[in-house]
Antibody, heavy 113, light 107 residues
Framework: EVQLVESGGGLVQPGGSLRLSCSAS????????MHWVRQAPGKGLEYVSA????????YYADSVKGRFTISRDNSKNTLYLQMSSLRAEDTAVYYC??????WGQGILVTVSS | DIQMTQSPSSLSASAGDRVTITCRAS??????LAWYQQKPGKVPKLLIY???TLQSGVPSRFSGSGSGTDFTLTISSLQPEDVATYYC?????????FGQGTRLEIK
């Protein structure tokens, strides 16, 4: 069974940094592209970032480009999202996603002073 | 990037009604289209993938159709438990863009 478990969320001040992790199990992690999706309170789903299976190709939404960095450690079956220069509008539940049928439970990031 | 336009943004219908939600891609995406149902505080639930394939365990009143740029999600007979927000998503290549969502209510 595919399992994706996010961690590292919490409350951070504007301008601060946070690193999200997603621990994957139940599939061969190193062969799949992985994604981050977020949802601000009361808003729709926003696609944030993607990384290819070997980490060589990445994608970022314009809203996070230059501030967020996606990475992965295939030896640890773990996906990361390094978030810096955080803004209030980055407040959201962040989901780790393998494919349409496999989402993590989500982790809340709150950017507030 | 390919944009996904979903309509309507909200919809109110009576129990037993047939409901249709549409999703249009700004460029062709073959059948790489998924539909999700999301209830408040919950993870989005996959209903349909490959435009028309019903995910295991999803009631048969849900169906999807379309290919290329135009897609539809149909609920054949609306049930009270179907109250939720529905999203389409393209997944042929990054970015895996979502539609804006359709909030479905019961009259």
């Amino acid at each position: 069974e595919v399992q994706l478990v996010e961690s590292g969320g919490g409350l951070v001040q504007p301008g601060g940094s946070l690193r999200l992790s997603c621990s994957a199990s139940g599939f061969t992690f190193s062969t799949y592209a992985m994604h981050w999706v977020r949802q601000a309170p009361g808003k729709g789903l926003e696609y944030v970032s993607a990384i290819s299976s070997n980490g060589g190709t990445t994608y970022y939404a314009d809203s996070v480009k230059g501030r967020f960095t996606i990475s992965r450690d295939n030896s640890k079956n773990t996906l990361y999202l390094q978030m810096s220069s955080l803004r209030a509008e980055d407040t959201a539940v962040y989901y780790c996603v393998k494919d349409p049928g496999a989402w993590g439970q989500g982790i809340l990031v709150t950017v507030s002073s | 990037d390919i944009q996904m336009t979903q309509s309507p943004s909200s919809l109110s219908a009576s129990a037993g009604d047939r409901v249709t939600i549409t999703c249009r891609a700004s460029q062709g995406i073959s059948n790489y289209l998924a539909w999700y149902q999301q209830k408040p505080g919950k993870v989005p639930k996959l209903l349909i993938y490959a435009a028309s394939t019903l995910q295991s365990g999803v009631p048969s009143r849900f169906s999807g159709s379309g290919s290329g740029t135009d897609f539809t999600l149909t609920i054949s007979s609306l049930q009270p438990e179907d109250v939720a927000t529905y999203y389409c998503q393209k997944y042929n290549s990054a970015p895996l863009t979502f539609g804006q969502g359709t909030r479905l209510e019961i009259k």
